[in-house]
């Protein structure tokens, strides 16, 4: 079946610019998180959906970083006033269910999208 | 949350064990150890978790040490196809996020 997809695969926008970040998670999964990484780190925690709702956003980074998931489906991650920082791959990822501490909780991870900002 | 610490990178001969260690030495009695591992330019993929016991599945086995201090991970007949960063998680909190180290960089050389 289809795992989860995000889109564009790349973008490359210049400092101050709007982005939008796109993650189509597993159908059927009502968990979804965000991750970031940058070059020769491993991901960050983001954001984490049960729903429709944000259940924790403590790894946004900062005001400008904000995510919706209307219908519980898919999910956009916007970025405002980029900077050359935000330049990293932001990773999707799906679970089944959110999870109860050390219940099975398999994250299935989208490509990535890779941000450059110039 | 707990700490995990791995060595930074790892060689392996191909078709030999590859055995990854980890240690956890601050976990807490409920959280479970997990393992990813992520291939060059690819998103991270599920390895397999534990909490107490050794699990084994197609992919590889976990052993944890009775004090829960450490683990290692073994892939027991490593391919080239394994070379990848491998991460030991500690899983965070009743939410289920994943919290990242440096990993462990396993190359698998023919």
């Known amino acids: 079946g289809a795992g989860v997809s995000q889109t564009p695969s790349n973008k490359v926008t210049e400092k101050g610019k709007y982005v939008e970040l796109r993650c189509d998670p597993i159908?059927?999964?009502?968990?979804l998180y965000w991750y970031r990484q940058s070059l020769g780190q491993g991901p960050e925690f983001l954001i984490y959906?049960?729903?429709?709702?944000?259940?924790?956003d403590s790894g946004l980074p900062n005001d400008r970083f904000f995510a919706v998931r209307p219908e519980g489906s898919v999910s956009t991650l916007k970025i405002q006033r980029t900077e050359r920082g935000d330049s990293a791959v932001y990773l999707c990822?799906?679970?089944?269910?959110?999870?109860?501490?050390?219940?099975?909780?398999?994250?299935?991870f989208g490509p990535g999208t890779r941000l450059t900002v110039l | 949350d707990a700490k995990t610490t791995q060595p930074t990178s790892m060689d392996c001969a191909e078709g030999r064990a590859a055995n990854l260690p980890c240690n956890h030495s601050t976990i807490s009695g409920n959280e479970y150890v997990y393992w990813y591992r992520q291939i060059h330019s690819q998103g991270p993929q599920y390895i397999i978790h534990?909490?107490?016991n050794n699990e084994t599945n197609e992919m590889a086995s976990l052993i944890i040490t009775e004090d829960r201090k450490s683990s290692t991970l073994i892939l027991p007949h490593a391919t080239l196809r394994d070379t990848a960063v491998y991460y030991c998680?500690?899983?965070?909190?009743?939410?289920?996020?994943?919290?990242f180290g440096q990993g462990t960089t396993l190359q698998v050389k023919p």
């Open positions: 159908s059927g999964h009502t968990a």
């Open positions: 998680i500690a899983l965070s909190g009743n939410t289920g996020k994943l919290i």
């Open positions: 534990g909490l107490k």
């Open positions: 990822a799906s679970s089944l269910k959110g999870s109860r501490m050390g219940s099975y909780n398999e994250q299935f």
């Open positions: 959906f049960q729903g429709t709702g944000a259940a924790d």
